[in-house]
Structures are given as C-alpha cells and as structure tokens.
C-alpha cells in the first residue's frame, strides 16, 4: 500500500492531484445510514468492525493538504481507518458550527450531487444537505468523473473475476436453450420460471451469485424489457415463439463485479420476417457501439458515455426504430449489476462521463413491440490503448428446433 494510499484503498495522493486538475478545493464524502452508497464504497465506512456508524458523518478530502472529518461523539471511531484528523458533534448547532470549520477556505466541493438529477446514480445526496454545505461556504459541484476514476474502475482481479462471471453465464444460457429445445422436441410442458429457476440452480452449481433470478421471457414479454417470470406469474413456453434470456451475476467472492449478457431464441425452424429485421438492427446498433470504444482506445482519444449511445442509436433510427427505443444502450457494471461507473446514455439522461482503463460496462440495444421484443447485451472492458468485448456476439436468432 503507497503512503497515500488507505486502509480502503482509496489513493488520496490520487484524488487530490484529480482534485487540482479540476479545479476543485475538495471532495467531501457524506453518508446518512447507507443513503450515499458511493461514499460508503470510497471509505469502507461502515465495514470496520467494533463500532457502529448509525449518525452522520463527513469526510473532507481537500486538494492538498491532510484529510479531515466531522463525526458524532457517540461514533468517534467511524473514520479512525482513514487518514487525517476527526472534529467531533453531538447537538445539530455543534454539527453546523463543525460543517463551517471543516469548510473553511473550501470555494468549490465535489459531493455526490448531479444537477437537476441529470444522472440519477451520481445524485446521492439529499437536497437538505446540499443547502447545508452551501450555508457552510463552498459551492457544490458534481463529483461524477471522481466516482468514475477511483469508485468505478476496475482493477486486475476485479476484471479477471468479470471474465470467469462471463464465462459461466454463458454457459449457463447454452444449457437453457438446450433444455427448452429438448422439452419442445419431447413435448414436455414448461414455462418461463420453470426454465428461469433451472438457471437459478445452475447459478448455484457455478458458483455464482446475483440480485435476482435470471428472466425469461416469451412472446410478448420479451417486448417488456424489465418482465420477469414468477410463480405465479409467467407464460408457457410454446412453439414459434421469440425467447429472451437475460442473465446476470457474479462470482460469490469479496469484491467480485458483475457480468450481464442478454441473448434471443426463437422456438421453430424459421424466424419470421420481422423478427430477424430487427434483430438485425440491433446487432448493428450493437456494432457501432463496441467499434466506436475500441477505435477511441486504440487512438487515445477521450470518449464519453452519451457518444456511445448516440452512435448505437443511430443506426435504430435510421433503420426506423425511433419509436421502438425504450432505454439507454448500456449501463455501468461493477459490484451492483448497475454500477456506479458511465452509463452509455443520451436518452434517459446525458452522460458526459469518460470511459476509463478499468471501465467495465454493457452494450444492449433493444427494440420492443406490442407483440415481442429483441436485445443483444455484451459486455466490454476498457484497458489502455484497447477495449475488449468479454464474450462471444450473438449475430443471429437462435433456430431451437
């Protein structure tokens, strides 16, 4: 571990030379019971044993200069692993009072605040504690690029771990497809959950873990891109049908990130017209997409989130899927399946983050109708001068029997 760098891996030396770079005089971590998850992650807050950390608390991470806290006295110990000394509050005027110490000679601060929540997984904290710090001195300013660069970016093990992710799910997809194949030739009925709960048991058997159980979705709920098949609620799975596998999960390790694919079959011999149109469609949105992010790495060329799906987009619009588009291109993976990091976005927010060495995220257009739907996901990894797709390309509908 570097001199500046913490017991939580943070690199302080790091982040203040970002901090200067920027023009910023600090960034201050805040967390209320778990609300500022971002912060929580960069300090490790809240994972040290032998005290609670149930009170609010601030860490100021100035440009140059040692770090300094605010803590309550009854929580004096919450950020005794990180570096810097600690002023301690009980009352609410000693919590203010302390905020002004602590922000003394601070004009700018980065806090995990986006403004008008342009970008919802960066807007952390509350509207009341942004008007606080603002009493206090410093203009707030959003911290994104500082999330992206030290909350958000992979390291070797955390991509080595991704890759082995990956490779299960892959197999774990090859084995649904080949059950609904065998039950439909053998005339067995089944459903959406019955195959999606054989997939909860292979994520089991692999070894890995996730939020959720896997979708499966036929038909019509293919065209709803969040549907997923319970036990009470789910359709059989029949011939001549578009199906959606969607799958996500990581290895049951500390620290393991996820991976995320999504992959379409069809239940008869021949995929209709429209199916394989579209399906077409966004395999060349998709396309774009990875092209896009390896020629900006291989060239050194800064590229941001909403440039990505500007350039995936494009290629629906022109083949005149404007109205069939219902979400981003691709989200940001990293602990949680929806990861702090860059989201290729420029259709429910803007995102004007970078895509940095370490950056691991999604590329999944989809086009939904009343009567199916399609999407393709793939996931990629940034490294210096390259990125890589961590898996193979689905380039056709899968013909299941």
Known sequence: MSPSQTAAGLDIGAVQAALRADGLEGWLLYDFRGLNPIAADVTAV??????????????????????????????????????????????????????????????????????????????????????????????????????????????????????????????????????????????????EYDIQQLMAGWFRDLGLISDSDPNVSVAANA??????????????????????????????????????????????????EPCAKAFAAICGARDAGVHLVQDAARAGRELRGFEVDRAASAVLREAGYADNILHRTGHSLGETVHGNGVNMDDYETHDDRRLLPGTGFTIEPGVYFDDFGVRTEINMVVAPRDAAVTGPLQTEILALV
């Open 46 to 191: 809240g994972r040290q044993g032998g005290h609670l950390a149930t009170r609010r608390w601030y860490y100021l991470i100035p440009a140059t200069g040692e770090p300094r806290g605010l803590v309550h006295k009854i929580e004096k110990h919450s950020l005794a692993h990180l570096p810097g000394s600690t002023s301690q509050y009980a009352g609410r005027d000693q919590l203010e009072a302390g905020l002004r110490t602590l922000l003394t000679g601070v004009r700018r601060v980065a806090m995990e605040y986006s403004p008008e929540c342009a970008i919802p997984y960066v807007s952390r904290i509350d509207a009341g504690t942004v008007e606080l710090i603002r009493q206090s001195g410093p203009e707030v300013v959003s911290s994104g690029d500082l999330i992206q660069r030290f909350s958000a970016v992979w390291d070797d093990f955390a991509i080595e771990g991704h890759r082995l992710a990956s490779e299960k799910l892959y197999q774990v997809k090859d084995r649904a497809f080949h059950m609904i194949a065998r039950r439909l030739r053998d005339r067995i009925p089944t459903t």
């Open 223 to 272: 065209g709803n891109p969040h549907y997923l098949p319970t036990a009470s609620e789910n359709k059989p799975i029949q011939a001549n049908q578009i199906v959606l596998l969607d799958l996500w999960g990581k290895l049951a390790r500390p620290a393991a990130v996820y991976a995320d694919i999504t992959w379409i079959g069809y239940t008869g011999a021949a995929v209709p």
